[in-house]
Structure formats: structure tokens, C-alpha cells
């Protein structure tokens, strides 16, 4: 069983539209991580969220942290080819210090 | 700055063969994990650890071992490969639970 449920699995987009995807899990996280991947390149860092129904904003992309912290959401606005890349959000159980799991992630592209 | 060293990049190994993947990083972080990625999915825990002298098995613990003697290091030990361990793995490292990931550049690995 998946602790953190990410949809889509795949989304194909074509530049200047707008796309949310989301991360979900019916356990509670302290807190939730965004990372993104490129094609033979480690997982990087995003944003962390950390208060239940917490905003971030960075540039164009826009990141909710469920009031319940059981869920988040990423916007990306008049998404571009460069957003184009694997999604992955990240947590760690209250109760399992140090075991912080991902979701299987949100393959995104972006054409031309 | 070096932040998380994996090694090897790449290595093809045979049915039953052993081998040691290397990490290392030089932040003087205390969390340390091993990830494996089958393509085109998230990244699946196999062991963690919080601290030199303590490890933890994560999602995916089978068919292999971990040490921590060191602060720095945290080899992944794979005992008689199987297809099944055909993935990209990656070493992370963070100063605590919630907090941003370091990864290193991933182990691509074959087995035969």
C-alpha cells in the first residue's frame, strides 16, 4: 500500500495552460515535501510545507498543504517546456522519525 | 563542495554476484537514506538511519543490508543479485527528519 497517493500519473500539457496536481494519504504528516526530478539527475527540493492549510508561492508554482495535513496540491500557472519533469511529494509520519517515503509521482510534459 | 558522493555510477552485475554501493557525504548530516527508482516511478525506501551506529528498515528492505559506522558513510550492501534489484538508486542525506534532502547522482544497476 502506497502511503502517499500522487494524480495524475502523467499529464501532457501543451505551453501556457495551467495544471494542478496532487499528493494524497490518509495518514498525517508533520510535514510535506515537493521535489522535482530530471531525467538522470537525484530528486530536488522544491518546497517544504509544514502548516495545515499552508500557501507557498515560488514564481509560477503554488503549493497548499491540506488543512488536515493529509494532502497538498501543486499549481503550476502558464506552465513553460523547463517545468517539464518528474513531480514528487515527500513526507515523514509523525510516529517514524527519519522515514521519509514518496509518492510514485506526476510525470509532466510540457510541449512547444 | 562534494555534498552527497555515490559511487559506482553504473555497474552490471551477474545473478548471485554481491556488491558494496558506496555513499558519502560531507555535510556532517545525521539522516541518511537508500532509495531505489524502477523507471518511471517515485522512489521506494529500502533503509534509513539517524545517526552513526543506528539503521532502520524502510518499504523495501529484502536482499539487502546497511551499515553505519561513520557519520559520513552509509554503504548499501546487495547479497546474491537478483533481476529483481535492477533499478537507479539513490543515497540522501538531511541534518534531521523534515528538512531538505540532499541526493547524490544515483547507481545505475543491471543484473544479468
Known amino acids: 500500500t502506497q502511503l502517499l497517493e500522487q494524480s495524475p500519473q502523467f499529464l501532457s500539457i501543451q505551453e501556457g495552460e495551467n495544471l494542478t496536481v496532487y499528493c494524497n494519504s490518509s495518514s498525517v504528516f508533520s510535514s510535506l515535501q515537493w521535489y522535482r526530478q530530471e531525467p538522470g539527475e537525484g530528486p530536488v527540493l522544491l518546497v517544504t510545507?509544514?502548516?495545515?492549510?499552508e500557501v507557498k508561492k515560488l514564481k509560477r508554482l503554488t503549493f497548499q498543504f491540506g488543512d488536515a495535513r493529509k494532502d497538498s496540491s501543486l499549481h503550476i500557472t502558464a506552465a513553460q517546456t523547463g517545468d517539464t519533469g518528474l513531480y514528487l511529494c515527500a513526507g515523514e509520519e509523525g510516529a517514524n522519525a527519519g522515514k521519509s517515503t514518496f509518492g510514485d509521482g506526476t510525470t509532466l510534459t510540457v510541449k512547444p | 563542495n562534494a555534498g552527497v558522493t555515490q559511487t559506482p555510477k553504473f555497474r552490471i552485475l551477474k545473478i548471485g554476484q554481491s556488491m558494496t554501493l558506496q555513499c558519502a557525504q560531507d555535510?556532517?548530516?545525521?539522516?541518511m537514506y537508500w532509495y531505489r527508482q524502477d523507471p518511471g516511478m517515485g522512489l521506494k525506501l529500502i533503509y534509513y538511519s539517524v545517526g552513526a551506529g543506528i539503521t532502520d528498515k524502510g518499504e523495501v528492505p529484502n536482499g539487502y543490508n546497511v551499515s553505519r559506522s561513520t557519520t559520513e558513510d552509509f554503504p548499501l550492501r546487495l547479497e546474491l543479485a537478483a533481476p529483481s534489484q535492477t533499478s537507479v538508486y539513490f543515497c540522501a542525506s538531511n541534518p534531521a527528519g523534515n528538512t531538505e534532502a540532499f541526493f547524490g547522482q544515483g547507481t545505475r544497476l543491471t543484473v544479468v
Open positions: 510545507v509544514v502548516t495545515g492549510g
Open positions: 555535510m556532517n548530516h545525521n539522516y
